[in-house]
C-alpha cells in the first residue's frame, strides 16, 4: 500500500493506492494560502487515510519544478503560496513518517499514470497533456520521464506558435502555445476574432455578450447550439492544437498524444487529427483522451514511488 | 578499429575510427544515381581503407529513416536514388565483410558524435541541430539517442512556427521552422522582405541584383559590408531560429545545443542566445558551435557502432 498525494493550487487530494488502484476513496481537502497550512493539511488528511498505518511510501504530484533526486521543490507556479518553490518534502515528510518519500511535478506524475495503467498503457514513447488555464505535459521516452538537466523539462505549452509579438504568455515570452491553445487562449482568440466583425454584422452569441466580457463557456455554449461564430473561433482553437501537438509528433514520434484537463472534453477528435494529418511526417501517433483526470497525478505518484522503492 | 562511413546525397564518407579520432583520413566518393552504383562504391569504398584488414564492426550513418533495430534504411529522402528508402545495409554488407554492422541516420550519428567526443562531451542532455537547405536534429536525453516509435523521431525542422498558411514546407505541411530557419528559409525571407520594399526605396544589395534572384549569399555578402537590407534579413533569420531552438529547450532543458551546418557559421551568437533566453523558461541551456562538420556522422555511426557491439 502506497499513499499517493497531489499538491495543487486549489486542493490537495490523498488516496490509498494498492494492485494499480485508488482503495478506499479519495480525500480532497483546500490548498492553505501559506506553507505551514500546507503542511499541517498534508499531515490532516494523511492521517485520515483508512491505510494510514499500513504504508510503504508515499509519492507525492506537486505543482511546480521537482529536483532531479526527486526530493524538493525547486521552482514554484504563480498559483503557490511565497516559500513553496524551495520546499524540501522529502525531508519534511520523512521526519515525520519515517518512509520513503518520493516527489514528482504534477504533469510527469499524470503522464506515467496514463503510460502505466491509463489509456497509453503499454505505449513505451507517450505524452501526457494537460490543457487547461494553461497547457502542461509529461513525456515519456522509452518508457522513461524526460526530465531534462535538473527537472525543468516538458515545458510543451512554450514552444512559440508564432513570430508575432502579440500575445504575451504568463512566462513573459511572446506567441507561446499556452497562449493561443489553452482555455485562457481560447477566450482571447474569440475575442480577437469578434472585434473584426463589423457590429452590424454581429449575431448569435455577439449580440448577447459584450466582446470584453466573452467567455470559453459562451462560445462552447454557442457551439452546443450551432452559432456560426463559435464554429469559427472552435476551429481555430483546434488549428492552433493541432500546431504543438504537431511538433511533439514530428519531435518525439510517439504511439500516443493523451489529451487531458478542463478544455480536453471540448475537443473533435475528428476534426484534430485531420488538422493534425497535416503537418506530421509520420501518421501513427493515436491522439487519446486521459483514462484518469483529476486522480492521474496522485496515481502516477504511488507508482513512481512504487518502482523507485522496488515495493 | 571500426569502419565509420557517412552515405548522403552527393558524397560517401569512409574513414578507419580508433580511440575517438579517424586514423589515416577520410576517403570521400560521389553517390551514384543507382542502388547497385552505391554499393559498389560502398566496396571500393572500403577497400581503399588502411584498416580494412583489421577492422571489428561498421557503423553507417546514412540520409533517411534506419529501423529501431539499426540495420535498414526505412525511409528516404528527396537527393537519394529510387529504391533507398528500403535498404537492407546491413544484410548486405554483413554478408560481403562477416563483420557487425550498425546504421544510424546521419543526424542522429551527428548528434552522438558530438556527445561522446565532440562540444556536448559530458552533457547528458543535448541536441545537435544541421542548419542546411534543411533543418535536422539528433536529440541525446539522458545519455541515449531519441529514436521514437520507429526510429522516425527528432524531425525538429518540422514544428509549425506560423499559424499562416504562406510558405509550404518540402514535407508538404506548412509552416514547418525549416521553411523559416533554414538556407532555404534564408533566402525566401530576404525575398518576401525585399517584395515589400517600394523600388525607389531599394538601395544597396537591393539595386544590384533583381528580387527573385536574391541568394542566401548574397545577403551573406551584404552582410559583411553592413548592407541595411541584409542585416535586416539576417535579424529576422535569427528571430526564426530561436523560436525553434527556444522550442527544444523549454521541451529538453538540454545541457546544450549544438549547431552545425553551412548555415551554422553566420550565426552571431550573442544575438541569438539574447533572442533565445526571452523565449525560454530555463537560462542555462549553452548555444555551441560544432566540434565535428562532414565527419560528426562517421564518427557517432562508428562510436555507435563500438558501443552496440562492446568494442
Redesign the interface.
Known amino acids: 500500500m502506497i499513499i499517493g498525494t497531489d499538491i495543487g493550487g486549489t486542493k490537495i487530494n490523498f488516496a490509498c493506492v494498492q494492485a494499480e488502484e485508488v482503495s478506499g476513496g479519495v480525500i480532497s481537502l483546500k490548498t492553505p494560502d501559506n506553507i505551514q497550512g500546507i503542511l499541517d493539511v498534508f499531515f490532516e488528511g494523511i492521517g485520515n487515510l483508512a491505510c494510514q498505518n499500513n504504508i510503504k511510501a508515499i509519492g507525492i504530484a506537486t505543482a511546480g519544478t521537482v529536483d532531479l533526486e526527486n526530493s524538493k521543490v525547486t521552482g514554484s507556479t504563480g498559483n503557490m503560496p511565497d516559500g513553496y518553490d524551495s520546499l524540501e518534502l522529502k525531508k519534511i515528510l520523512k521526519e515525520k513518517f519515517s518512509i520513503p518519500v518520493f516527489v514528482e511535478n504534477d504533469a510527469n506524475a499524470a503522464a506515467f499514470a496514463e503510460f502505466k495503467t491509463g489509456n497509453a498503457r503499454g505505449h513505451?514513447?507517450t505524452i501526457t497533456l494537460t490543457l487547461g488555464t494553461g497547457i502542461g505535459g509529461g513525456?515519456i521516452?522509452?518508457g522513461?520521464l524526460?526530465?531534462?538537466?535538473?527537472?525543468?523539462?516538458?515545458?510543451?505549452g512554450?514552444?512559440?506558435?508564432?513570430?508575432q509579438k502579440k500575445r504575451k504568455c504568463t512566462?513573459g515570452?511572446?506567441g507561446c502555445w499556452e497562449a493561443y491553445a489553452s482555455g485562457t487562449g481560447y477566450a482571447v482568440t474569440a475575442r480577437e476574432m469578434a472585434e473584426k466583425i463589423p457590429v452590424e454584422k454581429r449575431e448569435g452569441i455577439l449580440k448577447e455578450k459584450k466582446i470584453p466580457e466573452l467567455t470559453t463557456y459562451d462560445i462552447i455554449s454557442g457551439l452546443n447550439n450551432n452559432d456560426p461564430f463559435a464554429i469559427e473561433v472552435h476551429n481555430m482553437w483546434e488549428?492552433?492544437l493541432s500546431?504543438g501537438i504537431?511538433?511533439?509528433i514530428?519531435?518525439?514520434?510517439?504511439?500516443s498524444i493523451v489529451l487531458s484537463g478542463g478544455m480536453a472534453k471540448f475537443i473533435n477528435y475528428e476534426v484534430l487529427n485531420s488538422k493534425v494529418k497535416?503537418?506530421?511526417?509520420?501518421q501513427?501517433?493515436l491522439l487519446l483522451p486521459a483514462k484518469y483526470e483529476n486522480f492521474a497525478g496522485l496515481l502516477g505518484a504511488a507508482y513512481l514511488a512504487g518502482e523507485k522503492f522496488n515495493l
Chains 1, 2 share one sequence.
Open positions: 513505451m514513447n513525456i521516452v522509452d522513461r524526460l526530465r531534462g538537466r535538473t527537472g525543468a523539462g516538458a515545458e510543451v512554450h514552444m512559440p506558435i508564432t513570430p512566462c515570452s511572446w488549428e492552433y500546431m504537431a511538433s511533439l514530428n519531435i518525439f514520434e510517439p504511439d497535416e503537418r506530421v511526417i509520420m501513427a501517433t
